[in-house]
């Protein structure tokens, strides 16, 4: 079954995925992920008996998720946090 992951951090040569909308943690040899796969990057995975089998680099998830944050931080830099409604 594919799902969906986060890529969180790198420890050595272990990458810590978050999996799925509750975040399990999978740690994976980073040399099983595809190259150039980076912090932050979302991946559609395949994990079978706890091991992962296939991933690969979701761009389109990985574009949006970066477009949040980048509306996140323009929204504290303009201090709309400090905004009544």
Do not use: C, N
């Not at 909308?21 to 040399?31: G, P, S």
């Amino acid at each position: 079954m594919s799902e969906q992951a986060v890529v969180d951090r790198f420890e050595e040569d272990k990458a810590v995925l978050l999996v799925g909308d509750d975040e399990r943690r999978l740690i994976v040899d980073r040399e099983a992920l595809p190259h150039g796969t980076r912090e932050g990057h979302w991946l559609r995975i395949t994990v079978q008996d706890g091991l992962l089998v296939s991933a690969e680099i979701d761009e389109a998830e990985t574009e949006a998720a970066q477009a949040r944050v980048a509306a996140k931080l323009d929204a504290l830099r303009r201090g709309d946090y400090l905004k009544g409604d």
